[in-house]
T-cell receptor
Framework: GAGVSQSPSNKVTEKGKDVELRCDPI?????LYWYRQSLGQGLEFLIY????????KSGLPSDRFSAERTGGSVSTLTIQRTQQEDSAVYLC?????????????FGPGTRLTVL | AQKVTQAQTEISVVEKEDVTLDCVYE???????LFWYKQPPSGELVFLIR??????QNEISGRYSWNFQKSTSSFNFTITASQVVDSAVYFC???????????FGKGTRLSVIA
């Protein structure tokens, strides 16, 4: 497929468990972003990867959240010891990030429910 | 700090009416980019438009038009002759430079009734 893909589409977990969310960006896109969409907070930036540079982690809400991007492509967002307030839709986006501005293309999201 | 305000939480219109979605932004940067995204019931965010701070020319694309006014820090979005398929949540967003993360408004839920 040509778009950003995310898996799983839905994840239900119990409080205290760890979860991993995956994002496959559009081929050739060097920038990758994670956002979170929750009812009370709207759309919030979490973390940003640009090429081989150190990621911008300024949006991560706590040290239970981490992300990595392997080989400059696929990214995994990990949430440890999940809490109920982590329930949200996690969105991934990618962009070409060359020259002037390049729009961000969003994936369908992963809906996380923490019981 | 950057901030985007969409004061209209929900709007409901009858099909064929025109509707304007408001967006007001705050930034200290002299160069920045503004965006509108559409989120239909399916959930996926769809890019609609990008505007940089040096280009205040308004834009029209079919039934969609955008009014960018730096003097009032606003970037409003008008849908002419609305259709049921326009029903969605619309987000206004701001970015300080080419590829930095987006700062989103809370969104406006538009319902177009047949």
């Amino acid at each position: 497929g040509a778009g950003v893909s995310q898996s799983p589409s839905n994840k239900v977990t119990e409080k205290g468990k760890d979860v991993e969310l995956r994002c496959d960006p559009i081929s050739g896109h060097t920038a990758l972003y994670w956002y979170r969409q929750s009812l009370g907070q709207g759309l919030e930036f979490l973390i940003y990867f640009q090429g081989n540079s150190a990621p911008d982690k300024s949006g991560l809400p706590s040290d239970r959240f981490s992300a990595e991007r392997t080989g400059g492509s696929v990214s995994t967002l990990t949430i440890q010891r999940t809490q109920q307030e982590d329930s949200a839709v996690y969105l991934c986006a990618s962009s070409l990030a060359r020259g002037g501005y390049n729009e961000q293309f969003f994936g369908p999201g992963t809906r996380l429910t923490v019981l | 700090a950057q901030k985007v305000t969409q004061a209209q939480t929900e709007i409901s219109v009858v099909e064929k009416e025109d509707v304007t979605l408001d967006c007001v932004y705050e930034t200290r940067d002299t160069t920045y980019y503004l965006f509108w995204y559409k989120q239909p019931p399916s959930g996926e965010l769809v890019f609609l438009i990008r505007r940089n701070s040096f280009d205040e020319q308004n834009e029209i694309s079919g039934r969609y038009s955008w009014n960018f006014q730096k003097s009032t820090s606003s970037f409003n979005f008008t849908i002419t002759a609305s259709q049921v398929v326009d029903s969605a949540v619309y987000f206004c967003a701001l970015s300080e430079s080419g590829n930095t993360p987006l700062v989103f408004g809370k969104g406006t839920r538009l319902s177009v009734i047949a």
